[in-house]
């Protein structure tokens, strides 16, 4: 197996833990209404401005010292994560819940027009123009810096970030989801909402809830995204989220360890693709991905957990 390969392999692997985080999302809100929240994306986009935003005012700049930036990016986090839940379960209030009992097509175009309504917020926020951000945490090799290994297999600091941010959240989010009380009034809301309804649960606030954790974790992915690509622009949302929504359905929808699975292969997926074919066939091998899965496999490939309801 040669360097070439295995670099590859880590490429992918970094790009789908963003994915990951993001499929979250979609996979949440499908498992609990049922609905393809197509402006998750979109919310993730904004994730990343708002990221960038806090970032530049906070004056996390290259060459700091250690400490100081750790402290910042974790409060950039923090808050970036708070607002993009807030945003979230806004929109669930507006655009979402008057619609809950309406065919399931009236929400469905609904979260359209609230995915081109975020793209033109970005779009009014930041501008046409693609924005860039210097590399604060350094692209440095930690298997020749730290470890001093002869080798020209990269896994730098900026790698390493995704998987210490990304990582605890995954684990955090099975935790709650399968140990928690809130975490079972969600199960059992996916399960059968006029039931929990009947057993005493608050099924508006569980909702309310789903909406707030997968915000909260667009915002997570945002700030990784552009500490790690360095870059964002307004129409982001969409090619992270066809990779998302696409990652959700490869490992089931409403599956959230499907939704991981699908992340990490997708991201090897677009990684191989830009390697030994070619970046502009990428999001056409992606779109094919869907079409077949949807074809031959549409339950994904550890099934989709939450039974359909009538």
Do not use: C
Request: a neutral charge.
């Amino acid at each position: 197996m040669d360097d070439q390969f295995l670099q590859t392999i880590i490429i992918g692997l970094s790009n789908g833990m963003i994915y990951a985080l993001v499929a979250l999302g979609y996979t949440l809100v499908y498992g609990i209404i049922e609905l393809i929240n197509f402006a998750h994306g979109d919310v993730f986009m904004l994730g990343s401005m708002l990221a960038l935003t806090l970032l530049t005012t906070f004056g996390v700049v290259p060459g700091m010292d250690l400490l100081p930036t750790i402290l910042l990016i974790a409060a950039v986090l923090l808050i970036s994560m708070g607002l993009t839940a807030l945003l979230n379960v806004g929109i669930e209030r507006v655009a979402y819940k008057p619609l809950r009992h309406a065919p399931k097509l009236a929400p469905l175009i609904s979260a359209i027009g609230m995915s081109f309504i975020l793209q033109n917020v970005g779009l009014l926020w930041k501008g046409p123009s693609s924005l860039g951000y210097p590399d604060v945490i350094p692209n440095t090799n930690i298997l020749t810096s730290v470890f001093g290994l002869d080798t020209t297999i990269e896994f730098t600091f900026k790698q390493f970030f995704v998987v210490i941010i990304t990582i605890p959240l995954l684990f955090l989010l099975m935790w709650f989801v399968n140990r928690t009380r809130q975490g079972k009034a969600m199960r059992a809301t996916a399960q059968d909402p006029d039931t929990a309804g009947l057993m005493g649960i608050n099924v508006d606030r569980t909702i309310a809830i789903t909406f707030v954790i997968a915000g909260a974790l667009a915002g997570a992915a945002g700030l990784v995204q552009i500490l790690y690509n360095n870059t964002t622009v307004w129409n982001l949302g969409f090619r992270f989220g066809l990779n998302s929504f696409t990652s959700a359905v490869l490992g089931g929808i409403g599956n959230l360890q499907g939704a991981v699975l699908g992340g990490l292969i997708l991201g090897l997926i677009n990684a191989f693709s830009d390697r030994y074919l070619s970046a502009a066939w990428t999001n056409a091998i992606v779109f094919g991905v869907l079409i077949a899965i949807l074809v031959f496999r549409p339950t994904g490939l550890l099934g989709q957990k939450l039974p359909d309801r009538a």
